[in-house]
């Protein structure tokens, strides 16, 4: 399990410290804060000094109200870029013909398991970057549930913006998509419209590791 992450003093993978400086840099109270994501004050307080973490669905929530994407939140030592009005900007150069689905030039920059950049989440669900440069839209991940771990409630579906990819490398990962649900074994993999509500969830008796991908833009 990778250590640290880089440019703050909260235990490793707390998002607390990083979701405070978004809320404080975009002026918002942390009452208000509660209020736009429809949890109490002193979750946020308890969440923001890394005593709690966030569901994957709350995540989301808050991303939603701060105009961030998860993916700033693996990041310590820097803002995110932003346009006049708040809104992330994806500042990587298109190869061609930019377009909704353009494909971006990443420097080639390997990254060791040590320095991957880490997110701990309520019910054992983790998700370590495997990215070396923050991607903007994207997120290229190592996730992890461990047993009996869930992206949400099981009363609970999330939906976002955007399109996900995923391989199982072990375990069992039960996804439910609107009213549909899909086991997955290693080797299966599975891509969706994260539009659709969605959780996943681990329903074996071992630990759940998969490669993820988020494409924050709809295909």
Not at 138 to 151: D, K, N, P, Q
């Amino acid at each position: 399990m990778p250590v640290a992450v880089r440019g703050t003093d909260s235990p490793s993978g707390h998002v607390g410290p990083r979701i405070r400086e978004r809320r404080l840099s975009r002026g918002l109270s942390l009452r208000q804060l509660a209020r736009d994501i429809d949890v109490s004050a002193s979750f946020i307080s308890q969440l923001e000094t890394g005593k709690v973490q966030p569901s994957v669905s709350t995540l989301f929530a808050i991303c939603a109200a701060l105009e961030i994407v998860p993916n700033d939140l693996f990041d310590g030592d820097a803002a995110p870029s932003t346009t006049p009005s708040g809104s992330a900007v994806d500042v990587r150069t298109p190869i061609a013909d930019p377009g909704p689905t353009s494909i971006f030039r990443a420097t080639a920059s390997p990254l060791h398991p040590h320095e991957r950049k880490v997110i701990q989440l309520d019910s054992g669900v983790t998700w370590e970057s495997l990215a070396p440069t923050r991607g903007g839209k994207t997120e290229f991940m190592l996730v992890r549930y461990e047993v009996g771990g869930s992206s949400t409630s099981q009363e609970r579906l999330v939906r976002h913006v955007g399109t996900e990819y995923g391989y199982v490398l072990q375990g069992t990962l039960e996804i439910t998509i609107g009213f549909d649900t899909y086991v997955l074994h290693a080797g299966d993999s599975l891509s969706f419209d994260s539009s659709r509500p969605h959780r996943l969830a681990n329903i074996g008796d071992d630990v759940v590791e998969a490669i993820w991908f988020n494409l924050e833009v709809n295909l």
